[in-house]
């Protein structure tokens, strides 16, 4: 980080800019916004992307960012970019085609549309970065594959919480810890939540209902916990994962048996602890003289210890990742490889043969992590892929849906780059 930090102070100080291209203008997207305006040295945030313009030039207002322009083909915008402006538009492929920005960030949270950008964006040589967990867990090693074909970057941000749980783990690697569990706090999970249910409290914290239905039915920890596992090669110790209670994070040594994980490691959460907006990391060390250190420094008696982090400030954090990527040509978080981890979709209540499946944080389904030999052996169906789903089939409470249940949108990019990863690491 101090060495990021060096850099980005360099830029400014040779008047040179990291220039970012920003997809969205939602609550994730406004705070990164705020970081690369108000705060960060050595990046400018030269255009932003949005459905909806007008929500795009209101995020920009409120940040009393000026003077914007708006863009509808290349020209425009690249010439705006030139000229210092803040360039707004509602077509993201204009960012991703442009000579004059480095980098894109996605925080759209959006499977289909995200695909487009990211495919887009590595075409064009741009480094990717993703506020984006769900696109990240449905289709993050095939982009990963065509982004280093393309000799691009491909991270998710740092601040989310597998970015932060990826950093705990590099650290404690360096200090001679071996990593056996990465994990999450909840507060919260109800599979039953909807959008209905959850859109008072989406309207007093600046989110949409379906973004916080899914981080309240256990859809989002699912990606976020996947995205980590397919980083590290870590899977899940059985379906959904445990999901312990307990009161403080330092408890968590004690509930998930080490015997068992010390050698397949795993990925999990617990609820209801405190700090509540942190991850920890399960780590050991049979080292005796080691351990004597540990419990000098008030760790425990070992071997196995509870490292944490209290908090991630997701989007704040991000555009560390951006430098990361442009001056380091490092990402902060990728898979490793083959998929370990997958989100598969479950009925969030019965569903009657010709239903369509409204995704994400929706009103139908929900999703659980499982490991990817699992999904792939019984052909379930990825959550990142049910947005449009048709059912050809009556669907019982909380029953696993199946490739074999739906008929799929025709034409979607998801689907072809899905199939395409299936089928580039089917032997492992």
Not at 133 to 161: F, N, R, S
Request: net charge neutral.
């Amino acid at each position: 980080m101090i060495i990021i930090d060096k850099k980005l102070e360099e830029l400014k100080n040779n008047s040179q800019l990291i220039r970012v291209g920003l997809v969205g203008a939602g609550f994730a997207a406004k705070g990164f916004m705020l970081q690369l305006i108000t705060s960060t040295p050595g990046m400018k945030l030269s255009a932003v992307s949005n459905r909806t313009i007008d929500t795009a030039e209101e995020a920009l207002k409120e940040l009393n960012a000026s003077p914007i322009r708006r863009a509808d083909n290349q020209n425009d915008l690249d010439s705006a970019i030139k000229s210092g402006e803040y360039v707004i538009t509602d077509n993201p492929m204009l960012l991703c085609n442009s000579s004059y920005i480095d980098a894109i960030v996605d925080a759209t949270g959006e499977v289909e549309f995200g695909a487009k950008v990211a495919m887009e964006a590595i075409k064009n040589k741009k480094h990717i970065v993703l506020i984006n967990a769900e696109l990240d867990a449905t289709l993050g090693p095939i982009l990963k594959k065509y982004a280093d074909a393309a000799g691009v970057i491909y991270t998710q941000g740092d601040g989310d919480q597998p970015a932060v749980l990826m950093n705990l783990i590099r650290e404690v690697k360096m200090w001679g810890f071996k990593p056996i569990l990465a994990g999450n706090i909840k507060s919260l999970i109800d599979a039953r939540r909807t959008p209905e249910t959850q859109k008072a409290f989406a309207e007093a914290h600046f989110q949409r209902p379906k973004m916080i239905t899914s981080f309240a039915d256990g859809t989002k920890i699912a990606m976020e916990m996947a995205t980590i596992g397919n980083a590290v090669g870590f899977g899940v110790g059985k379906r959904g994962m445990f999901g312990h209670r307990c009161e403080r994070v330092e408890q968590a040594v004690n509930l998930f048996p080490f015997e068992e994980i010390k050698d397949r490691p795993i990925v999990d959460y617990i609820l209801g602890a405190e700090p509540s907006f942190g991850v920890f990391v399960l780590a050991y060390s049979e080292h005796p003289i080691k351990q004597r250190y540990m419990k000098v420094y008030k760790m425990g008696n070992g071997p196995v210890y509870t490292f944490y982090r209290p908090y991630h400030l997701s989007p704040i954090e991000t555009p560390a990742s951006v430098a990361r990527a442009v001056l380091m040509k490092d990402a902060t978080l990728a898979p490793v490889g083959r998929p370990f981890c997958d989100v598969i979709t479950l009925a969030k209540k019965d569903l009657k043969k010709g239903e369509v499946l409204d995704g994400i944080g929706g009103f139908t389904c929900y999703g659980v992590i499982e490991n990817y030999d699992v999904s792939l052996k019984e052909n379930l169906l990825s959550m990142g892929l049910t947005d449009g789903c048709v059912l050809k089939r009556d669907i019982k409470q909380d029953e696993v849906i199946t490739y074999a249940d739906v008929e799929r949108p025709d034409g979607r990019l998801s689907d072809k780059l899905r199939e395409e990863q299936t089928k580039h690491f089917k032997n492992g």
